[in-house]
């Protein structure tokens, strides 16, 4: 069988998969059509190539000139298959295409399509700085000749560096960056001030991660506030000489923990004699119980690292260090005292907004990752999008092993140290991916002593990412590194110049081993395609241990006591294969549950956001203000010079809307935190919720108007306008985090994840 027959085998596979992906035929017709253009479109030169690129309207003409630019700048022809990925994005899909497929080439094709259809401004959506910066610039010389602006956008970049990028026809930002600007645009009272225009259409790169994984956070703009008392710090050094078991005790899931009654008096006896659950020891209550959880159940190098001075926290996701966030409720500052560290300013919440809600706020939304089809369902329901999986270029002809199960963790990481140094000693590069920084530095250390040496990639030297993973396939090379090894750098057989490709070849391509299966499966998965990339052999397997958390915490009940094994430990029971695939089950079950609980929570939250943003823009854009006061206080305003009334009443109404929407966020926080505890009672929490903040945010409105009215009327605006003199002074410095998933979440999490637990395992 040929070459193209194959390739036609492969796509009618693909097509023909019911329920997983959008058909794809109507995309597969386009193709002859597309290459019937490339010889009128090779004989123009560029001036009019990029003429050209300017009529084009249509997915054929976008997607011939598309490629035919492509070649021209980066002597790269886009493949059929890259070409059905752009009319996915074109189409508002998100397109599940292999690792190593080229997506950065296919994002630009569809942005250059979306903005020739009258969908732009576009904003390529990446998950960190350096993907922005590094694909912008590297499709820069496509754009150019497509007749096309392209800017990008960093933490660093000024202001006014910010605006010239968004002012370009296609933006690359990372998604945080690009919510942290539209949060403080929502607060500028000057128009000029803002640096984005309209949310027209997001490509989202890596949208399993972004639009799932990312989708319950909050990116949060804060304020500065008085500083007051820091009780965390004396309850970090009670709790510290506590003992598990004697003083508190943690629960069987690890993500709660509660004194004792011995504890608790030995707390309260420390602090005085008092009386911890008397109403006036909220606050001591609130610091000793919220130090006690970062005592007993953050791990340093797990759940976080201290890095300059300061904690860091590990997205659990990718083993990276999360980026600007913190955790919530006073959990960031506990932790810091636990490790001795002053604590950083948590700030008022000045406006906030999830991932999720942001993404939704732009008219079209596409995007793009290697693994799709595991959360299609997920996709649909909270994006309404669907799934096109595009076949490879090329088939795949890695081989994927069979887990190796372990009874403890010490017999299986005996036997992968033995199997990394056996692949070692050939040549054969190997990349590992562990669960948390803590075993990839004792992974490394056993090496080490096996006389394997390696390079460690995890959250404490997350800035060399790119660069070791671009030679993590070189001849001999292992590679260790926590879970998602550099998502968009390319792992090339032969290092990056490829030198010992041949070499590498002949030993069977990368070899890729996890040290342990993730919570989630797409993680795996991501893990696993590492190897394998446009038809290279490669090879993968998962060293499993009965004693790793996932099966202890989801499927302990499920393991028979005397599993059959090998005499080299290696588990062989049908009944442990189930366990492992139920326990990987039931985790994605609660993540999926919690998600969806937040996302119900947060719906009443974002339309009210959206009405407020509404109001807003009227005031800061028209007399809308003005009109008022004359109309309620048309004897002052009557007195006071026109441009004078304009500038105050906005100015005014404007504070006390932003000062109102903070205070009611807080409210909101506090009844989202209590509500669970009139679940107890058999009341819908989700109702309970609701109950109290509808009402809340209708007094939002008339509040706004009564305190802008009395400010106006108690001001003397005789000399012109100062709004010091109206007391209206906003925060002194403000800056942008993102709040970290509370690892332990809620107590409503908490019982919603119960909930979830049960279902998942009576359903399976």
């Not at 003409?61 to 490629?67: D, K, L, N, S, Y």
């Not at 022809?77 to 295409?97: C, I, K, T, Y």
């Not at 007195?639 to 005014?652: G, H, K, M, T």
């Amino acid at each position: 069988m040929g070459v193209s027959q194959r390739l036609k085998s492969r796509f009618r596979k693909f097509v023909q998969r019911p329920g997983t992906t959008v058909d794809l035929s109507p995309f597969q017709r386009r193709l002859a059509a597309i290459e019937a253009r490339e010889d009128a479109l090779r004989e123009l030169d560029d001036e009019g190539l990029t003429a050209a690129a300017q009529e084009a309207s249509d997915f054929i003409e976008i997607c011939a000139i598309g490629r035919e630019a492509a070649w021209r700048a980066l002597e790269e022809r886009p493949f059929d298959m890259q070409l059905m990925g752009s009319m996915a994005l074109l189409s508002g899909r998100v397109a599940e295409m292999a690792t190593g497929e080229g997506k950065t080439l296919t994002a630009t094709i569809a942005a250059y399509g979306h903005v020739r259809l009258g969908h732009g401004p576009v904003h390529v959506l990446t998950v960190n700085d350096y993907l922005s910066r590094r694909d912008a610039e590297w499709m820069g010389p496509v754009y150019d000749l497509l007749g096309l602006s392209v800017g990008w956008v960093t933490e660093t970049s000024t202001p006014d560096e910010r605006r010239e990028a968004y002012s370009c026809d296609v933006t690359y930002i990372s998604v945080s960056e690009a919510g942290f600007d539209y949060l403080r645009d929502q607060l500028v009272t000057d128009v000029a001030d803002r640096v984005q225009r309209e949310l027209a259409t997001a490509i989202v790169d890596e949208a399993d991660s972004i639009l799932i994984d990312e989708a319950r956070v909050p990116m949060v703009l804060a304020g500065s506030v008085t500083a007051e008392a820091d009780p965390v710090h004396e309850a970090a050094d009670l709790v510290r000489g506590l003992r598990a078991g004697k003083d508190y005790e943690v629960a069987e899931d690890g993500r709660s923990v509660a004194f004792t009654d011995s504890g608790l008096k030995k707390v309260e006896e420390q602090l005085g004699g008092v009386d911890l659950y008397a109403d006036d020891q909220v606050e001591h209550l609130s610091a000793v119980n919220v130090a006690l959880h970062a005592q007993a159940l953050l791990r340093r190098d797990v759940d976080y690292i201290v890095r300059n001075g300061g904690v860091e926290l590990i997205d659990e996701m990718r083993g990276r260090v999360a980026q600007r966030r913190r955790w919530p409720d006073g959990l960031q500052a506990a932790v810091e005292a636990k490790e001795g560290l002053t604590a950083t300013a948590e700030g008022e919440v000045l406006d906030t907004i999830t991932v999720q809600a942001f993404i939704a706020l732009y008219k079209v939304v596409c995007g793009m990752t290697a693994t799709a089809v595991h959360v299609g369902e997920q996709l649909r329901e909270y994006f309404k999008l669907e799934v096109a999986v595009i076949p490879s270029n090329t088939g795949n002809i890695r081989e994927d092993d069979d887990d190796r199960i372990y009874s403890a963790h010490e017999t299986r990481d005996e036997a992968l140290v033995e199997e990394i140094k056996i692949a070692h000693e050939s040549g054969r590069p190997v990349l590992v991916g562990t669960l948390d920084v803590k075993a990839s530095e004792l992974l490394a250390k056993q090496l080490a002593a096996a006389g394997v040496p390696s390079v460690v990639l995890n959250a404490k030297n997350d800035a060399e990412e790119a660069s070791i993973i671009a030679e993590a396939g070189a001849l001999g090379a292992v590679t260790v590194s926590t879970q998602m090894a550099g998502r968009g750098v390319d792992i090339r057989l032969g290092g990056s110049d490829e030198a010992t490709r041949d070499e590498v070849v002949e030993l069977g391509g990368l070899y890729v081993i996890g040290a342990g299966r993730h919570d989630s499966r797409r993680v795996d998965d991501q893990l696993r395609g590492r190897a394998g990339r446009q038809g290279d052999p490669g090879r993968s397997v998962f060293f499993v241990s009965l004693e790793d958390e996932l099966v202890t915490r989801h499927a302990g009940s499920s393991l028979p006591r005397s599993p059959r094994m090998d005499i080299d430990g290696v588990v062989h029971d049908p009944q442990v294969d189930y366990a492992v695939e139920h326990a990987q089950r039931v985790a994605e079950g609660v993540n999926h549950e919690i998600h969806r609980n937040t996302w119900r929570y947060s719906v009443v939250i974002e339309q009210q956001r959206v009405a407020l943003a509404e109001r807003r823009e009227r005031l800061l854009t028209s007399e809308v203000a003005a009109i008022m006061l004359l109309e309620r206080s048309p004897e002052k305003a009557k007195e006071i010079d026109e441009d004078v009334l304009s500038e105050a009443a906005r100015s005014i109404a404007l504070y006390h809307l932003d000062r109102l929407w903070a205070e009611h966020l807080a409210e909101l926080n506090e009844v989202r935190e209590g509500v669970h505890l009139r679940a107890l009672g058999k009341l819908d929490p989700l109702d309970e919720f609701h109950r109290a903040a509808v009402p809340a945010f209708q007094k939002v409105f008339t509040e706004i108007e009564r305190r802008t009215i009395e400010t106006f009327e108690e001001t003397d605006l005789s000399e012109g306008w100062q709004p010091e003199r109206a007391d209206i002074v906003r925060p002194s410095a403000t800056w942008t985090y993102l709040v970290h998933d509370n690892p332990f979440g809620s107590e409503l999490d908490r019982l919603i994840a119960a909930v979830g637990r049960r279902l998942t395992s009576t359903g399976e």
